[in-house]
């Protein structure tokens, strides 16, 4: 009786099992992404800061958007509407107010803060840093940041649900991130605000920025746990 009782008094005492924002299965696919990203922004950095401003694949993709969609200006503003500064901080605040809502915290968290640090580095980092090209300072593109930040982060709350969902529908969300945010790319391009290039940074910036904070995040949750109650 009394080791029973023991029992029950010691399984009273673990540490709960902490609820992570990426499943187990997803973090080092979530780190290697993370890494890729960080290896794109650092290469076109340093291409760029070196005078290389435009190569061949930025000509040849930007005149074939722009000869394509130049002359749809009802469709390039539905395209580059996204990523405008406005309609994205609307829908982050509407992310953190439905996580928050749900009593999600820690998911309301990682979109108040990898969103706008994502805008942040795009904008107050990276573009001085960059910069002093003969365009201007357009490397990386803050529109497709903001939509490739969103677009991640639904992918992250959705893993976050529980819902064991097969690894086929996770390449299907991936796909259709992957659109959304090309889609908001040509628009910029289309547009003529952007080159090929700084759509790609933009992206990384997105995608690596939230994948990093759900990564720490994590982490801090992880040696809270660990500490003696």
């Known amino acids: 009786m009394g080791e029973r009782t023991l029992g029950h008094a010691v399984k009273g005492t673990r540490q709960p099992a902490v609820t992570r924002l990426l499943p187990d299965a997803g973090r080092p696919v979530a780190m290697a992404i993370a890494v890729v990203c960080g290896l794109v922004i650092v ?5 760029i800061r070196h005078g290389m401003e435009t190569g061949w694949l930025d000509t040849t993709v930007d005149a074939h958007l722009k000869a ?3 002359a749809q ?5 539905v395209l580059v509407w996204p990523g405008e500064p406005v309609p994205a901080a609307a829908i982050t605040v509407a992310l953190v107010l439905a996580c928050a809502w749900r009593r999600r915290y820690r998911q309301a968290v990682l979109v108040a803060v990898s969103v706008p640090l994502a805008n942040v580095l795009t904008e107050l980092v990276l573009k001085p840093l960059i910069g002093g090209t003969s365009w201007g300072n357009p490397f990386p593109s803050g529109h497709v940041t903001n939509v490739a930040a969103l677009v991640t982060i639904a992918i992250v709350l959705f893993a976050g649900t529980g819902t064991r969902a097969r690894p086929l529908v996770f390449v299907a969300l991936g796909f259709t991130a992957l659109l959304i945010t090309a889609a908001d790319a040509a628009g910029v391009i289309g547009a003529g605000m952007h080159h090929f290039s700084d ?3 933009g992206a990384a910036v997105g995608v690596g920025t939230v994948l990093v904070t ?5 982490r801090f949750s992880w040696m809270r746990s660990q500490r003696p109650r």
Do not use: P, R
């Open 43 to 47: 290469a076109q950095g340093v291409w």
């Open 68 to 70: 394509g969609l130049g």
């Open 73 to 77: 200006h009802l469709l390039l503003h």
């Open 199 to 201: 759509t790609v940074g």
């Open 214 to 218: 759900a990564l720490l995040l994590d």
